[in-house]
């Protein structure tokens, strides 16, 4: 099948995208051949995503075309897309947790019985069916909350195929996968790419973009900057379309001025916590950035957890400017003055359905209490000083960049309108609501 291997499936021609006065396409192309693994390389804020939505129907695009096959077409709704053969996987997962994973995957087109009830062997038949053109093993009967999430990205793209995609968009598929997890996955592009299948797949990891892709479009500020064959370029050299400089100038050590006379800030020492943490040591001092490096399984996580009293301290000691502190639950940990950032910030840090201001007072709320009522207006008050703190920062830096709360300038508190950015949202067209990057 050569010919079918040099076709294009899918033309993006000039693509424009605004958000009020923010134009965060500007004229995109991007092309697609069949059985074509493309990778969309962008640092965030690029238009990568936006590009995909449009794509998917969740956007409609303020100027410019988009061919399928030869066809000019126009992309209304996700339904569309989908019917138009473009499957997404998304990043986070649109499973049914208590559902199987036969259920999930004819979630709203299951099979029924000559009666008119669901078919639920029928759809584990097709499911299993399904696996097998994959080359994968997973029971159809399993409840998907019982399986780990390099499961759950399986089922997504068993879905998608399940639909007849032929164009697959992977967005940071291995952000949560494990190195024979992602093997896996790999193994699974080349069948299906084998099959005809194309694939645009958005990663920041580069050696995964040089074991996997054929070609690359790299995008920067909301236009695209480079289409070539990954095999033409060096590493260095995509870097550099990435983040338009030069690889010395991007990583040139710059020396932070950390003051390690004074007294340090953190002392970590021989601590021992659940799950994986032996023995660490380490000192934190005022104003000083550590990295914590190590690979997937090798207690990062955990080391943190701990120290924001998640996971069980079972032995030494955390010393908070030169006094012993006992960390036994979040509580502790933000009395001491820690804070964490977790790792999944949509699922562990934030209360998607709440407005940023309820997710910002969350953790305050004991001080906001007053006989049992919480004091709004104190509330508001302390709201509306970190959003504005947040905002000259923003604007400082002179990035283009909007925070979910930018647009709050206009309103009192900034609230009606967080909320309605991320209510409507995932309400209305959005599987996964926007994060204030
Ligand atoms: N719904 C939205 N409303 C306003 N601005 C948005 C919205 N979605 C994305 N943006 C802005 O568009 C720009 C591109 O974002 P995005 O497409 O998510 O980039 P990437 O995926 O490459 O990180 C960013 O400046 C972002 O803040
Ligand atoms: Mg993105």
């Known amino acids: 099948m050569t010919t079918s291997t040099t076709s294009t499936i899918l033309q993006m021609k000039n693509i424009v995208k605004a958000f ?7 004229g995109v192309d991007f092309e697609l051949q069949r059985g074509e693994v493309h990778a969309l390389l962008g640092s965030n804020g690029a238009g990568k995503s936006t590009l995909m939505k449009i794509l998917e129907g969740v956007y409609t695009p303020d100027g410019g075309e988009i061919e399928i096959n030869g066809t000019p077409v126009r992309i209304r709704s996700p339904q569309e897309a989908k019917a138009l053969g473009v499957g997404m996987v998304f990043q986070e997962f649109s499973l049914v947790p208590t559902l199987t994973v036969a259920q999930n995957v004819f979630l709203t087109r299951e099979p029924r019985t000559g009666a008119g009830l669901l078919n639920d062997a029928e759809c584990e038949r097709r ?4 696996f097998a053109e994959m080359g994968v093993q997973i029971d159809p009967k399993q409840v998907v909350a019982r399986m780990s999430t390099g499961y759950w990205q399986l089922t997504e793209i068993a879905k998608a195929l399940s639909q007849d995609a032929r164009i697959l968009i992977l967005d940071e598929p291995t952000a949560s996968l494990t190195k024979t997890e992602t093997e896996g996955l790999f193994e699974l592009i080349r069948r299906l790419k084998a099959k005809g299948i194309s694939i645009i797949y958005i990663s920041h990891r580069m050696e995964e973009i040089f074991e996997i892709a054929d070609r690359i479009t790299v995008m920067r500020d909301g236009m695209r900057v480079a289409t070539e064959r990954i095999a033409n370029l060096t590493m260095e050299q995509v870097i550099e379309q990435i983040v338009g400089q030069k690889v010395e ?10 003051n390690r006379t004074t007294a340090p800030l953190l002392e970590v020492k021989d601590l021992v916590a659940a799950d994986r943490v032996r023995n660490i040591s380490f000192t934190l001092y005022p104003g000083e950035i550590l990295g914590l490096a190590g690979l997937m399984g090798s207690g990062r996580t955990e080391l943190v957890r701990a120290l924001f009293g998640i996971n069980k301290i079972t032995n030494g000691e955390v010393r908070i400017r030169g006094r012993s502190v006992t ?18 910030r949509r699922v562990q840090g934030l209360v998607l359905d709440h407005s940023v201001k309820d997710n910002l007072l969350l953790p305050l709320l004991k001080r906001f209490q007053k006989f049992g009522l919480i004091d709004d207006a104190g509330g508001d008050k302390l709201v509306q000083s970190y959003v504005s703190t947040l905002l000259r920062r923003q604007s400082a830096k002179g990035g283009h960049r909007q925070m979910a709360s930018s647009r709050a300038r206009d309103t009192p508190h900034g609230r009606a309108d967080s909320r309605c950015r991320y209510r409507g949202e995932s309400r209305d067209r959005q599987y996964h609501p926007p994060t204030c990057r």
């Open 20 to 26: 009020g006065a923010n134009t965060v396409l500007r």
């Open 127 to 130: 499911t299993q069916a399904l």
């Open 249 to 258: 100038q991007v990583l040139a050590w710059k020396d932070r001025h950390v």
């Open 327 to 344: 960390i036994r639950k979040p509580d502790d940990a933000i009395a001491a003055g820690i804070c964490l950032i977790p790792e999944d």
